[in-house]
């Protein structure tokens, strides 16, 4: 019954490898994020979602592209990844990003490492 | 250009007491600020919000109060437990999301 999931926890692999992080939510949210908390646990916007469309496409490199197959799911692309991708990544959802009341509602995490 | 900031990375209570975590933010336009709060190896889950509007919002033990000729807000809990041991974000909200880096508030029995 989680609310906000996100597969794999924890992701290790090599320098210029392509990998993917998945997400899901359950709660029926018109809008899901990307988050990337970095060494320094500074946690900073990626993307945003609306209705499977990007409302929100922070300064990131284009080797990440999210993908938005339905909007009960935000998947994250990585290619050619850089030891600086290390990270902690956090999906999360809120039912309205253009106004009222916008909780966000986050996943457990994926732990990526970059060797 | 980070628009909001949690300048005490940690903080030690007794349990009983009161913990008072404090943030400040930059961006006058921010009309939603949220508290949330992280366990080890999980995500941040929601605490309590305040509308630009208010200057104070309660939800049990939590209290969040909005200075906004400052630009501070803090989140107020009183009495600490040690289940409040954890990291607590605050963030601030106009078109998007914006967090500090957090205050790791540990209550001691």
């Known amino acids: 019954d989680t609310a906000v999931s996100q597969t794999p926890k924890y992701l290790v692999t090599q320098m210029g490898n392509d990998k993917s992080i998945k997400c899901e939510q359950n709660l029926g949210h018109d809008t899901m994020y990307w988050y990337k908390q970095d060494s320094k646990k500074f946690l900073k916007i990626m993307f945003s979602y609306n209705n499977k469309e990007l409302i929100i496409n922070e300064t990131v490199p284009n080797r990440f592209s999210p993908k938005s197959p339905d909007k009960a799911h935000l998947n994250l692309h990585i290619n050619s990844l850089e030891l600086g991708d290390s990270a902690v990544y956090f999906c999360?959802?809120?039912?309205?990003?253009?106004?009222?009341?916008?909780?966000?509602?986050f996943g457990p995490g994926t732990r990526l490492l970059v060797l | 250009d980070q628009q909001v900031k949690q300048n005490s990375p940690s903080l030690s209570v007794q349990e009983g007491r009161i913990s008072i975590l404090n943030c400040d933010y930059t961006n006058s336009m921010f009309d939603y600020f949220l508290w949330y709060k992280k366990y080890p190896a999980e995500g941040p889950t929601f605490l309590i919000s305040i509308s630009s509007i208010k200057d104070k919002n309660e939800d049990g033990r939590f209290t969040v109060f909005l200075n906004k000729s400052a630009k501070h807000l803090s989140l107020h809990i009183v009495p600490s437990q040690p289940g409040d041991s954890a990291v607590y974000f605050c963030a601030a909200s106009a078109y998007q999301f914006y967090f500090g880096t957090g205050t790791s508030l540990t209550v001691i029995p």
């Open positions: 999360a959802s809120s039912q309205d990003a253009s106004g009222g009341v916008k909780t966000q509602y």
